[in-house]
């Protein structure tokens, strides 16, 4: 009896300690930044470079200026700088000294709020120059995703606790007082789907403040103007905070497959008071290789309006910014594109970048004073329609980049396949060809002789072709083997692509020494020409951006 009662003590002593190191956790203060240590120049990369010699109006495929929305368009060059370009592609705007990961924000008076390549909140002004800076008060935190100015001016910010590996919302003011916090953590029994054994169980993608709404206008609470809209990717649910009290009054998963950026429409819009959602298809729960974009009744729990293609998928990323009157921006952050629909889904505007873009938000042309102050350009005389249709990258992807392991083989660091054999259906975009890697690790093969015959096929509407019929042996000089095959006759085709590995020697573990890189479909009429090359990022980036993806489950 004596030793349960001690053996009860010291568990209720370990669950004490427990708890005050969680608590104090939340308390630990990590060294303030100077300002003199923010964005010096050593920090800088030179993304930048080529800006000003760009031609980027060929990168908009699609303009029928009497149907497309009117305005300006802010996105990241290279994923990294801010600009703000016109209709017709011209940039209009560039902070050439900024960097930013993810996602970055125009206020009405022309400040520029972005999360820093240094997991630093940061604001700029229109020139360029910080007036602004916050750093969550915890080395093992940081932000991602995103950011927005609530109505009372303040910022909201989401955050990742490194402790619980959990999301957090701070409401921080321009005195850099955190003014009220909600920690997913002590709400994580709000949700059924929470996996206790996950490394990031919630990852939280997106919030938004609730607009005035009907629903609240109608005497529903739930939806009180102020209230905090998030989107939970892992847990496949959008949900909403009720600001004063902190509970989550109401949530939707039905159908949610990795949603990204839920936003209840405005007035102004035909949707107003709807909840629009970026359904990405990760797992391919309501079509294989297919994304929705989504208008959802948030009282009746309903889908009202929806649009998908044939050509539209991106595993993760996205936004679905509603126009002011009835239009959709959609963000294919993984397809390749941002492209404006009607509702009845016809294609008004589009932009194909050399690079995946990040959130393209559409801005009005009196959005802030320094927009106002530019000329809109004419844009009857840029009149354009693109002939072929787009062929999002994620439907020509053999496997997905977080799906592959990247090893060094014959010396080079290489993105591999977890299987050797195996099938994909894609769909071709045209003017296309296959890159395809494969070979030997000699490096970890030892005096072991190994013999492996590689073989990819297609089969199409014409039957099966063989792409990569090869034999390769471990004595051989060269262990490693590039192939590359043109797949002009299969445009627009949904075919099967399938890679096969037959080893004999004397082991039987065939994915440890022989293996496929990924391969590399790629379509001269779908992107325009590469950019130039850049020097490599910042070491400073280098770490905070891995840091980042593995955490939140993007990499191994």
């Known amino acids: ?25 939340r308390r630990e203060k990590w060294r303030p930044l100077e300002r003199s240590e923010i964005d010096r120049p050593e920090q800088l990369d030179n993304l930048d470079a080529d800006l000003g010699e760009l031609d980027p109006e060929p990168w908009v495929r699609t303009y029928l200026p009497n149907n497309a ?8 060059f290279r994923r990294r700088v801010p600009f703000l370009f016109d209709m017709n592609g011209r940039i209009v705007h560039t902070w050439p000294t900024v960097r930013a990961i993810g996602r970055v924000r125009l206020s009405r008076d022309g400040r520029l709020a972005v999360i820093g390549t240094d997991n630093l909140i940061k604001e700029y002004d229109w020139d360029g120059d910080l007036t602004w800076y916050f750093q969550l008060p915890d080395k093992h935190h940081f932000p991602h995703h995103d950011l927005i100015t609530l109505e009372n001016g303040n910022y909201l910010i989401l955050g990742h606790d490194g402790h619980t590996h ?55 609470t739930r939806f009180r103007p102020g209230n905090i809209l998030v989107s939970a990717r892992n847990l496949n649910t959008i949900f909403i905070i009720d600001k004063p009290t902190g509970d989550v009054v109401w949530h939707y998963s039905k159908g949610l497959d990795h949603q990204h950026e839920a936003v209840m429409v405005e007035r102004g819009n035909a949707a107003a008071g709807l909840v629009m959602v ?46 002011p009157e009835k239009n959709i921006l959609i963000t294919s952050s993984n397809g390749g594109r941002v ?25 009005s042309p009196d959005h802030c004073p ?96 063989v792409l990569v019929d090869e034999t390769l042996a471990s004595d051989a000089e060269n262990l490693w083997l590039q192939r590359r095959a043109r ?31 990924n391969p590399v479909i790629e379509s001269k009429s779908m992107r325009p020409p590469r950019l130039p090359p850049v020097s490599q990022i910042t070491e400073q980036e280098r770490r905070l951006r891995e840091q980042q993806l593995k955490v939140l489950g993007y990499v191994n």
């Open 1 to 25: 009896m004596r030793l349960k009662r001690v053996l009860a003590l010291v568990v209720a002593a370990g669950l004490a300690v427990s708890v005050y190191l969680y608590l104090q956790s």
């Open 69 to 76: 929305s009117s305005g300006f368009n802010l996105g990241l």
């Open 166 to 220: 959990t999301d957090y919302l701070y409401e921080v003011d321009s005195g850099r007082r955190v003014l009220w916090e909600w920690w997913m953590y002590d709400h994580r029994r709000s949700f059924s789907e929470w996996d206790y054994k996950s490394k990031d169980p919630s990852h939280s993608n997106s919030i938004r403040e609730l607009p005035p709404n009907r629903w609240f206008d109608a005497g529903d």
């Open 278 to 323: 970026f359904n990405n298809g990760l797992e391919d729960l309501h079509a294989y290789r297919r994304s929705l974009v989504q208008a959802v009744d948030p009282v009746e729990g309903k889908v009202t309006w929806e649009y998908g293609s044939e050509f539209f998928f991106s595993t993760v990323g996205g936004l679905a910014q509603p126009m």
């Open 339 to 363: 492209f404006e629909i009607t509702p009845g889904g016809r294609i008004v505007w589009e932009w194909a970048p050399p690079f995946n873009p990040m959130r393209l938000h559409r801005l």
């Open 370 to 465: 320094q927009l106002a102050a530019l000329a809109l350009p004419d844009a009857e005389a840029r009149r354009r329609r693109a002939r072929r249709p787009y062929v999002d990258t994620g439907l020509y992807r053999f496997d997905h980049p977080f799906e592959t392991e990247m090893r060094i083989v014959d010396g080079k660091k290489r993105k591999l396949l977890e299987s050797n054999n195996g099938c994909r259906q894609l769909l071709i975009p045209p003017q296309a060809s296959v890159r395809a890697g494969f070979g030997i690790d000699g490096g970890s093969l030892g005096n072991r002789y190994l013999k492996v015959g590689f073989r990819m096929t297609i089969e199409g509407e014409g039957g099966v072709r």
């Open 487 to 517: 797949l002009g006759a299969y445009a627009y085709e949904h075919v099967e692509l399938c890679i096969a590995t037959v080893i004999e020697g004397e082991t039987d573990d065939l994915g440890e020494f022989a293996m496929w890189a």
